[in-house]
């Protein structure tokens, strides 16, 4: 049977191809919009890359109320072979990219057990020295050399800084590890996979793609080697770094094998690193485009940045998508779905779903409830690293608000072309310096 097409209230949104994904915000919230109130979610076929086994298309999940499902229901919407790509991949290419995200119980189970000790909240008390201690050379740094672009300077630091730390990475390797997540991350932006032609909606040609795959294969092993050969050296060494811990059993016996690492390694940087960084930037453009929003923060700092993140993280998600893997015929938001689809969660339009959040395109940091699904639904590939990516924007938004009260963005700026990952990749900022305001 032949895959349904786009229907015909969709059509002047092109979703087929990676244009849409680099309109403005608000212009793909009005296709989200609609697919909500639609009678049965649509489908949209894929564009066919060459060498790949293409799968036909996906469903869109826009409410709020099936990505709960989804996301619960991991027998019947697995993330087997593949939840974080569109691409049909071999389930060791899948695992090698994704480790665990990629993966169902029990092995996704016994992954999340052993790296859970990263995210005791012992291991976190143990890094808010270096939290605070890295943020405020951040800010120092920025006042030094002046504001040329928030992304490289502000955002992307601490995130990067931290995983390093949790993993006990030397320095040094940050600027090459940035550079590989970018690529591995980034690999629909042709300012990262190197493809030649701009026009994103045509199928890759051969060249193209082989160019492409190079980089992100090339990408991927190097973060992979780097952390194994670390592994293999921290086997029995004592010391208090994640890797030492998860090649050192625990309670039950488990520990990770240096190739798990590996791939975990390469999970962590793209999952935990990318996304912060957007965050960060995010909360900046969004308290430039509302400074009412901004005043209110800045009147009751410690009061309101709780509020104010969620409200960032609701109102631009950095992570646009998951997918699942129907394993059984069964039926969501009026379609009948058989063993073998796909269907994708969007959370942006989740977390705009009219019901569940009042005026859901009011920016309001003083929204409350809000439970955004920005971190993924509940169920068991639920975020690892939420308290974490919070304390971090918490720390960081502090100095940066307290010593550059009038930090703002300063022009327009550059988002990732992407379908994942909600990013900017560039943004002009400026404030006044603390002396020229003495
Ligand atoms: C604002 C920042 C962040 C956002 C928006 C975010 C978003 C997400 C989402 C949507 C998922 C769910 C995937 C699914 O359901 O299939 C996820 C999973 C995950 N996140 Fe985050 N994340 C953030 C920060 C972090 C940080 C800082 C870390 C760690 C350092 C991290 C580690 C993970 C891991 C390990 C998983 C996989 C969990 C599993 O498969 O069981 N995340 N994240």
Redesign the pocket.
């Known amino acids: 049977m032949s895959a349904p097409a786009v229907p015909p209230e969709l059509r002047e949104f092109e979703l087929t191809g990676m244009t849409f994904w680099t309109k403005p915000e608000s212009f793909r919230m009005q296709a989200f919009a609609k697919m909500r109130q639609m009678a049965a979610m649509p489908f949209v076929p894929l564009v066919k890359i060459p060498f790949t086994k293409s799968a036909p298309g996906f469903y869109v999940v826009s409410r709020y109320a099936d990505v709960l499902t989804a996301?619960r229901n991991a027998e019947l919407f697995s993330?087997e072979p593949a939840?974080?790509t569109l691409m049909e991949m071999p389930l060791w290419a899948s695992r090698f990219y994704g480790?665990?995200?990629?993966?169902d119980d029990p092995e996704?189970a016994r992954?999340?057990r052993v790296?859970s000790r990263?995210?005791s909240p012992r291991m976190l008390e143990r890094l808010d020295d270096d939290l605070v201690r890295r943020a405020v050379r951040i800010v120092d740094d920025v006042i030094a050399e002046g504001p040329r672009d928030f992304v490289a300077q502000v955002a992307a630091r601490l995130?990067i800084e931290?995983?390093c730390d949790?993993m006990g990475i030397p320095d040094s390797y940050q600027d090459m590890i940035l550079r590989h997540t970018n690529t591995i991350l980034g690999y629909t932006d042709p300012e990262y996979n190197g493809m030649k032609s701009d026009d994103l909606d045509k199928p890759p040609g051969v060249a193209d793609t082989l160019r492409g795959a190079y980089r992100i294969v090339k990408a991927g092993s190097d973060l992979f080697r780097l952390v194994r050969r670390l592994g293999r050296e921290r086997v029995g060494s004592g010391g208090e770094d994640l890797i030492t811990k998860l090649v050192t059993p625990n309670a039950e016996g488990e520990s990770l094998t240096s190739q798990e690492i590996g791939s975990?390694f390469v999970?962590?940087v793209a999952?935990?690193?990318e996304?912060?960084r957007?965050?960060i930037a995010h909360t900046l453009r969004l308290l430039t485009e509302h400074p009412g929003q901004r005043a209110l923060l800045l009147e009751d700092f410690e009061g309101r940045i709780g509020g104010t993140i969620d409200e960032v993280?609701r109102y631009s998600?950095?992570?646009i998508q998951?997918?699942?893997n129907v394993t059984r015929d069964t039926e969501l938001h009026g379609v009948r779905l058989k063993k073998g689809d796909i269907v994708v969660?969007v959370?942006p339009s989740a977390n705009r779903d009219e019901t569940v959040f009042t005026d859901p395109d009011v920016f309001d940091i003083t929204r409350s409830p809000n439970p955004h699904?920005?971190?993924?639904?509940p169920?068991?590939?639920?975020?690892?690293?939420?308290h974490?990516?919070?304390r971090?924007?918490t720390v960081l938004l502090r100095e940066l608000l307290t010593r550059l009260p009038d930090v703002r963005m300063d022009g327009e700026p550059e988002f990732l072309a992407s379908y994942f990952l909600n990013g900017i990749k560039r943004m002009p900022f400026a404030f006044t310096t603390p002396d020229a305001s003495s």
């Open positions: 996301s993330s939840s974080n480790s665990m995200i990629n993966m996704h992954i999340r790296v990263a995210f995130p931290i995983i949790l975990f999970l962590l999952a935990g690193n996304t912060t957007n965050a993280l998600p950095p992570v998951f997918r699942r969660m959370y699904v920005a971190f993924g639904a169920g068991p590939h639920y975020c690892m690293g939420t974490l990516a919070k971090e924007m």
